[in-house]
């Protein structure tokens, strides 16, 4: 069944993608509480609250956990922002504002995809876990394989599997399927 069909309170809250470029405090909730009933979370509205929850119950790979709420902010706003174009679609001209706004950064004159604005983890978080593997890298008895993140200079480990790649994005070796259901954003929508 469709989760939309399960749950049709979102449907209001979800049409109103696009009706404006911009991300209304009700539009971003109604995402966040949406988001959190995908991953099983039908008590919470706040995705980072439904993330840690996940965490607690060993479910730490990023697959089997909503994204922050920074991350569905940009999310959300590049939607609404397409959404928005889709429905001025048959207007004779528009002018919409810069999409460097709206969860997207131009570089070098390429659109790329804004995917967060804030580290991916705390400082300390990334500092605490190395490891010194002979074998690789490969299994989950190493440190930084356990918890899903990528060997780094710290680390003292030998013929390393587990790096980036060239292109400067992580690798994905290490799925995690065992899961098989379907720090702060912007201050306006704490």
């Not at 939607?79 to 706004?101: D, R, T, V």
């Amino acid at each position: 069944m469709n989760r939309l069909e399960k749950y049709p309170e979102f449907i209001p809250g979800l049409k109103s993608l696009g009706s404006t470029c911009t991300v209304t405090q009700e539009l971003f909730q109604c995402t966040q509480k949406y988001v959190c009933v995908l991953y099983g979370q039908l008590r919470d509205g706040d995705v980072n609250i439904a993330r840690f929850n996940r965490f607690k119950v060993g479910q730490y790979s990023e697959n089997t956990m909503p994204c922050t709420k920074d991350v569905l902010l940009q999310h959300t706003s590049r939607s609404s922002y397409q959404a928005y174009i889709w429905k001025c679609a048959l207007q004779a001209i528009i002018s919409p504002p810069p999409i460097s706004e709206f969860g997207w950064e131009i570089k070098d004159g390429q659109v790329l995809v804004k995917w967060m604005t804030m580290p991916v983890a705390p400082d300390g978080i990334l500092e605490n876990v190395n490891c010194g593997c002979k074998s690789g890298c490969s299994t989950r008895r190493c440190a930084c394989v356990k918890v899903e993140l990528k060997c780094t200079g710290v680390c003292g480990c030998n013929g390393c599997v587990n790096v980036h790649d060239e292109n400067n994005s992580m690798t994905d070796d290490n799925e995690n399927d065992d899961f098989d259901d379907d720090v702060e954003a912007a201050d306006m929508f704490d």
